[in-house]
C-alpha cells in the first residue's frame, strides 16, 4: 500500500476512537449481551438449561482459535481487508444465530461468530502501524476504557431486550452492530499496514516469528505479566456472581450494580494512565503499575486470610481491578513496540497467550470456591505476584 493510503491520524478522530474501542469491545460484547439468556435460550429448544453454557464456551473456544489466523492475515493482506471480511463472517454468523432453527444450528453460530471475531486483534495491530510508544499506549488505555463501559451495558442491553422482545432480538442486536461496524469500515477506515507481504500467510512464517518473539524479553515480560493481571481478573468473571450470592446473599440482579463499581475501577485505572503518559515514559509508568498491582495481590491476601464485610471484600476487588486497568493497556503497548512488521502476528500470539491465562484463573478460582469468600482474593494473590516476580526476574537478568 501507498503511504498516502494510510491513515496516520485516524486515532485522533472522536467518532473514530469510538468505532475502533467499539470493535475491540466487539467480543466481550458478544459474550456478555448472552448471558442473561443462556437459560431462557436453552428452555426454548427444550434442552438442559445447564447446556445453555455452551452459548459463552463455544463461542470464546473458537474466538480463541481464530485468533491466530486474524493478525497473521491482516499482516499478510493488509488490516482493512482482514477487518472488512472479519465483519462479513461475524455479521453473517449473527443473523445465522437469529434465525436458527435448533439449538445445534445456534451453537454453529456462536462457533462462527467466535471464529471470525478477528475485530479486536486487527484493532491493536492498527494502534500500533500508526504509533508507538506513550501514544500508543495512550490510545489503548482510551480502547480499554471504551470496552470496559461495552461490558458494563451489555449484560443490562441483553436483560433489556428479553424483557421488550424474545431471545432473537440478542442476535439482531448483534447483527445490526456488526453492520454498522462494516459500513463504518468501507466508507471511512484507509489501510495502515503498509505493503501486503501474501508470503508471510504461511507456516514457516508462523514458525520464524513465533520463535524470534518467543526470544525477545522486550516481547515476553509484558506479555506474561499482562497474562498475569488478566489471569487475576478472570476469577471474578468465573465466580464472582456466584460467590456474591452464596457468601453475601446478593442477588444476580444487583450483582450487576457491584460489576458496575468494578467496571467504573478499571475504566479509572486506564483514563489515569491516559493522563500520566503526557509527561511521564510508558517503561516507567508500567513498573508503578505493576507495583500497585503487587500491592493489591498483597491487600488480596490479606482479604483471604479474614473475614471481610461485603463492602471490604468488593473494595479489595475493586483495588485489583483498577491496578489490571492500569497494567492492561501498558503491557500491550509495550509487548507491540519491539513487534517491528508483524504487529498483527504479535498481537494475535498475545491474546491466544492471554486467553489461555484467563482460562487458568477462571479454572483455579472454580476450583477454589468452597463456599467462601476466598477464591477470588486467592487467585487474585497468586496470579498479581506472579505479574510482579516476571518483572523483577527481568531486572535482576539486566543486572547480570
Known amino acids: 500500500m ?13 467518532d473514530a476512537l469510538i468505532f475502533f474501542g467499539g470493535i475491540t469491545a466487539l467480543t466481550a460484547i458478544s459474550i456478555d449481551i448472552v448471558l442473561p439468556a443462556t437459560g431462557v435460550i436453552a428452555r426454548a429448544f427444550g434442552v438442559k438449561e445447564s447446556l445453555g453454557a ?32 472479519s465483519l462479513i463472517g461475524f455479521t453473517a454468523s449473527s443473523l445465522l444465530c437469529a434465525l436458527a432453527p435448533s439449538f445445534e444450528i445456534l451453537i454453529l453460530g456462536r462457533v462462527l461468530q467466535g471464529l471470525t471475531g478477528g475485530a479486536p486483534v486487527i484493532a491493536r495491530a492498527m494502534v500500533r502501524d500508526v504509533s508507538s510508544g506513550n501514544e500508543a499506549a495512550r490510545i489503548l488505555t482510551v480502547l480499554t476504557a471504551i470496552l470496559t463501559v461495552a461490558t458494563l451495558i ?23 452492530l456488526g453492520l454498522v461496524f462494516l459500513a463504518y469500515t468501507v466508507l471511512v477506515i484507509k489501510e495502515t499496514g503498509g505493503e501486503r507481504r501474501p508470503d508471510r500467510f504461511s507456516w514457516s512464517f508462523v514458525s520464524s516469528s513465533s ?30 456472581a456466584v460467590l456474591t450470592e452464596n457468601v453475601y446473599d446478593v442477588s444476580p440482579q444487583a450483582f450487576g450494580s457491584l460489576f458496575a463499581l468494578a467496571a467504573l475501577a478499571n475504566t479509572c485505572g486506564a483514563l489515569s494512565v491516559r493522563q500520566m ?4 515514559p510508558l517503561a516507567r509508568i508500567t513498573t508503578m503499575a505493576v507495583a500497585l498491582l503487587g500491592l493489591s495481590a498483597a491487600v488480596s491476601l490479606v482479604s483471604a486470610l479474614t473475614t471481610p464485610t461485603l463492602p471490604l471484600f468488593w473494595a479489595v476487588v475493586c ?6 486497568g492500569m497494567v492492561y493497556p501498558t503491557s500491550v ?10 504487529p498483527g502476528f504479535a498481537s494475535s500470539l498475545m491474546s491466544t497467550i492471554q486467553t489461555a491465562m484467563g482460562a487458568g484463573g477462571a479454572a483455579l478460582a472454580t476450583v477454589l470456591f468452597d463456599g467462601s469468600h476466598r477464591a477470588i482474593p486467592i487467585t487474585m494473590a497468586i496470579f ?15 543486572q547480570v
Open 333 to 342: 503497548a509495550l509487548a507491540l513496540e519491539p513487534a517491528d512488521e508483524m
Open 384 to 398: 498479581g505476584l506472579l505479574a510482579v516476580g516476571t518483572l523483577l526476574l527481568k531486572r535482576r537478568a539486566l
Open 277 to 280: 503518559l503526557k509527561t511521564v
Open 2 to 14: 501507498a503511504e498516502d493510503d494510510t491513515d496516520k491520524h485516524a486515532f485522533q478522530r472522536g
Open 319 to 324: 483495588l485489583y481491578v483498577f491496578c489490571f
Open 54 to 85: 455452551l452459548l459463552v464456551g463455544s463461542y470464546f473456544l473458537a474466538y480463541a482459535a481464530g485468533m491466530m489466523f486474524w493478525g497473521l492475515f491482516s499482516d499478510a493482506y493488509g488490516r482493512r481487508l482482514a477487518l472488512i471480511l
Open 211 to 240: 520463535r524470534k518473539l518467543f526470544s525477545l524479553p522486550a516481547y515476553m515480560v509484558p506479555t506474561i505479566f499482562g497474562s498475569f493481571a488478566f489471569a487475576g481478573y478472570a476469577a471474578i468473571l468465573s465466580v464472582g
Open 154 to 176: 451489555a449484560p443490562v442491553l441483553g436483560s433489556g431486550l428479553l424483557v421488550l422482545f424474545e431471545w432473537r432480538a440478542i442476535f439482531w442486536a448483534l447483527t445490526l
